[in-house]
């Protein structure tokens, strides 16, 4: 059978979102109808164009702040032959990639004046190479995301609602953080609670919904709040999570969800935990040594048919231990065995095991563990001072 004659250059034109290919000097040789089409140029105007020529008179605007990074991402590529795939970046109404207006439709015909938002682009560069092995071109494809980014911002909100504020609570110092995903594009449903408890006790509890977006913020609250309640009125960890585990099976979007649940007492200096799939709590004893709290783990919710009972834990705690509380954004990473992300969090604690207080330890535990880029998932954290 014979191989049908491919038209390279209809595809071209067909490919979804703007796409340009430029020299490796980066001038323009060749841009798609949709490229065209947003930022309202004819084709004799780009073919030619010199990229770091945009914006030159005005080197301080928001505009030439994205050439400039598109630039040195373009840059990368050539020198290196790998894509690069950039932050997502934000342009203001007067920037690039401004959807191209119609006379006819513009406001100005209704007697007021046109506003824009402004919008937010994802951009990808690729080399291509020629038979030889030789770097040719540079494709730069852009796709707006703008509504991916307003939907990320309500579930940002969505998400700040529905966890606990950060309040004394007893009069045991507890120190929370929570940091969405780097990415501009996800937000997970990482959570934490805390809940008093009868006499000098306290409940604490991390989990971690799988998926990201508004439905998973909206499961997130969900157990969140079943957990809470259950907490309550349960004798232990083990049967609020065995509830949790009934409730979440009613729940769409709940199917292997993770959660750690610990109950601690001061009066009798011990702390009873157990968890469903998730990352072990980590103790910092008062001498510096480590324990994980992992001798009570059940698979994660819904993860099993048939209902079975919940295993559950204790072990004893002396004055100026620490109790940690994660996720998986605190110490897993890409290409890396989640063991060691969960070995670096152990060395970080004996490490910073004389801190002063638990918002000290905190605040270590970010700066040495999250990467200075960001990381592609949240991050929930407790830390309470034992």
Not at 107 to 112: D, K, M, P, Q
Not at 127 to 150: C, K, M, W, Y
Not at 185 to 214: F, K, Q, S
Not at 315 to 335: C, H, K, M, P, S
């Amino acid at each position: 059978m014979a191989e049908p004659e491919i038209d390279y250059k209809a595809v071209f034109q067909a490919l979804p979102g703007a796409v340009a290919l430029l020299t490796p000097q980066l001038i323009y040789a060749d841009v798609n109808g949709e490229w065209l089409r947003i930022l309202g140029r004819a084709r004799d105007q780009e073919i030619g164009r010199y990229l770091p020529d945009d914006f030159a008179s005005s080197p301080n605007s928001a505009g030439a702040t994205v050439v400039r990074n598109l630039q040195a991402s373009l840059r990368r590529v050539a020198d290196t032959g790998e894509c690069d795939a950039m932050e997502v970046q934000r342009f203001e109404p007067e920037g690039l990639y401004r959807p191209a207006v119609r006379d006819e439709d513009r406001s100005e015909a209704h007697g007021r004046p046109e506003t824009l938002d402004a919008r937010y682009w994802s951009m990808t560069n690729i080399p291509v190479f020629d038979s030889n092995g030789q770097l040719v071109l540079l494709l730069h494809r852009a796709e707006e995301v703008t509504e991916l980014i307003q939907a990320r911002a309500v579930a940002l909100s969505l998400q700040e609602a529905m966890l606990p504020t950060h309040r004394p609570t007893g009069r045991h110092p507890v120190a929370v953080r929570y940091r969405p995903a780097g990415s501009a594009l996800d937000v997970g449903g990482d959570w934490y609670d805390l809940v008093d408890l009868p006499g000098d006790r306290l409940g604490i509890a991390v989990g971690d919904v799988v998926g990201h977006g508004l439905s998973a913020a909206g499961v997130m609250g969900q157990l969140r709040s079943a957990l809470s309640a259950s907490s309550r009125v349960a004798p232990g960890p083990a049967r609020a999570l065995e509830v949790l585990d009934l409730y979440a099976r009613s729940v769409a979007g709940a199917e292997n969800a993770t959660a750690a649940c610990t109950f601690v007492d001061w009066d009798a200096h011990d702390i009873t935990y157990s968890s469903a799939g998730h990352l072990p709590p980590a103790l910092l004893h008062g001498d510096g040594t480590m324990s994980f709290l992992d001798q009570a783990t059940h698979p994660p919710l819904g993860a099993r048919l048939e209902h079975d009972a919940w295993p559950q834990a204790t072990i004893d705690f002396t004055e100026n231990a620490f109790l940690a509380l994660y996720t998986d954004g605190l110490v897993e990473r890409r290409r890396e065995d989640i063991d060691t992300g969960v070995a670096r969090l152990a060395d970080c604690l004996t490490h910073h095991r004389r801190a002063s207080d638990a918002e000290a330890l905190a605040d270590a535990l970010l700066s040495d563990l999250l990467p200075p880029e960001g990381v592609t998932d949240d991050t929930a954290l407790v830390i309470v001072r034992l």
